[in-house]
């Protein structure tokens, strides 16, 4: 069982809503009201500033097999990279440089990388910058999140894609419902600022399922929470599935914001791949993190989790330039600084 950690001081919901409420408004009951009060709510907390935060995909390989994501293990077809440490550590210096506030590590479920080199990575990027660290590497065990917690690491990301049971063992043959949750109450109990989050229109999701997601996402009192809509890569099981909607994807962002108003939510780059601009847009619907790709140009496409992810071709410096350029032309200050969970520091 998940408990209230220590850390996490309770926070009032801006509004409480029933299931019934939430499936409603997940179809577009009231989007005007939604949207304009999840706006309001960010603003009220984050001073209409947007975190900048560096993902550095270092590796694509995966031991796991879900059933949506291109870097399965049974793709074959995947042109597979792993970055050194010295490649790695680079790009996090750029990041400072660039003016992002946190690096993320995210990889594959890829043990290659050994907790004893995860924990150099830690050490060197804390020696050599004063960004904050979130890892997102997949489901390792509590003495591999102890000693990265120890050498430094400031946040965790586990995403659990959906909390119904039965579609999460049908859509990830090779994880266990269980063991993940378990898991999210270890990075607590060891002071990680904790994220998690689910794909909006999963295949064979409901409207009610998302309503229980939003429910369980928000009963963990998490610091950080992502959702992103479906998007159908040819190469998997679901590549014949409808992609998901981008307006579900806002509308579910913005009932979590009135859930968890002290949160940081970022709009995620799976909403470009469906409708360009529709990212920049969330971040006035209820989002305040942006998270663009630092991972080197020659391998970054290989990164396709889905179709349209990091489909980039300009130099780094200047598509930095122009993501700020565009979340100050929305009225909107993108920040530096490291951007910490609000809710570990609320009283």
């Known amino acids: 069982m998940i408990g209230q950690d220590s850390h996490h001081s309770p926070v009032k919901p801006t509004v409480n809503f029933s299931q019934q409420q939430l499936i409603e408004l997940l179809q577009g009951a009231d989007d005007d009201g939604l949207f304009k009060q999840a706006a309001q709510v960010t603003a009220q907390h984050f001073n209409r500033q947007v975190y900048l935060r560096a993902v550095i995909e270092f590796s694509n390989y995966c031991r796991n097999d879900c ?3 291109g870097l399965r293990a049974n793709n074959r077809s995947v042109n597979r990279y792993r970055l050194s440490e010295t490649q790695i550590i680079d790009a996090a210096v750029d990041a400072e440089r660039l003016g992002m506030g946190t690096v993320v590590l995210q990889s594959g479920d890829d043990s290659r990388y050994s907790a004893a080199t995860i ?3 830690i050490i060197a990027i804390k020696r050599e910058t004063s960004l904050a660290i979130t890892l997102s590497v997949g489901d390792r065990s509590r003495q591999e999140f102890e000693l ?3 050498a430094g690491a400031d946040r965790y990301l586990l995403k659990m894609e959906t909390f119904d049971a039965a579609l999460f063992s049908a859509t990830r043959p090779k994880a266990n419902f269980d063991e993940r949750l378990e898991k999210l109450a270890q990075l607590k109990s060891l002071g990680y600022q ?10 064979s999701t409901t409207d009610a399922i998302m309503a229980r997601d939003i429910l369980a996402l928000t009963a963990l009192q998490l610091d950080m929470i992502a959702c992103g809509p479906f998007v159908a890569h040819p190469l998997t099981p679901m ?6 909607c981008v307006m579900k994807s806002q509308r579910l962002c913005a009932l979590l914001r009135l859930l968890n108003p002290l949160a940081n939510i970022p709009a995620t780059s799976a909403l470009d791949a469906l409708a360009a601009g529709s990212r920049l847009q969330a971040l006035q619907r209820g989002s305040n993190v942006i998270m663009p790709s630092f991972t080197p140009l020659q391998v970054s496409q290989n990164y396709g989790i889905y179709p349209g992810k990091n489909c980039h071709n300009a130099e780094l410096t200047q598509r930095i330039s122009e993501l700020k350029q565009q979340i100050i032309a929305i009225g909107l200050s993108p920040v530096s600084h490291r951007g910490d969970s609000l809710r570990t520091s609320h009283v």
């Open 239 to 244: 590549a014949q599935h409808t992609n998901g």
């Open 67 to 69: 059933h949506y994501c």
């Open 119 to 121: 924990e150099r990575l």
């Open 148 to 150: 990265w917690r120890q």
């Open 194 to 203: 904790v994220g998690s989050g689910i794909i909006t229109d999963l295949p």
